[in-house]
């Protein structure tokens, strides 16, 4: 029987524009351990910002079959998991949290954004900063191009 701590993960994305700018946060929490991730790219969108802040939140887990109780303000990436919902965007990041997410027993919460939520206020502010930094990179999956429709 695994007697280990829940993981408490918060996640959070943001762009300057949309695409323009983007940055995503990740604030992990387990006992009395934490461990903030953040990233950001010259380009992009904040979708795939917030679906991102997820990826490297769980890939920062070396734990397998962690319990992992996930806290987003996206319904984009809540809804596309828990509901099912068409992938037709961003399926890069998708393919990426199909590979990871068996690794863990995920359960999603969503959670309204600047609300006063502390970690979720932390993750914003993350991501605001990971996206002001000079110097930012290329986002090489994100294209301004329409996508051509897929199904996973």
């Known amino acids: 029987m695994d007697t280990r701590p829940a993981i408490q993960l918060y996640t959070d994305g943001a ?3 949309n695409p323009g700018p983007g940055g995503w946060g990740a604030v992990l929490k387990c006992g009395n351990a934490r461990k903030e991730l953040s990233g950001g790219f010259r380009l992009t969108t904040n979708n795939r910002m917030e679906l991102l802040a997820l990826i ?3 890939e920062a887990i070396k734990w397998e079959n962690a319990c992992v109780d996930v806290w987003s303000d996206s319904t984009y990436v ?3 998991i828990s509901k099912g919902w068409k992938r037709k965007k961003n399926f890069d990041l998708w393919q990426r949290f199909d590979l990871l997410a068996p690794r863990f027993q995920l359960r999603l919460h969503w959670l309204k954004g600047h609300a006063g939520h502390p970690e979720n206020e932390r993750c914003d502010r993350l991501a605001v900063e990971a996206y002001s930094q000079p110097g930012l990179p290329e986002d ?3 294209s301004p191009e329409p996508q051509e429709e897929r199904l996973l």
């Open 15 to 17: 762009a300057s524009g």
């Open 56 to 58: 490297k939140g769980l």
């Open 140 to 142: 090489i999956g994100y």
């Open 78 to 80: 809540v809804n596309s």
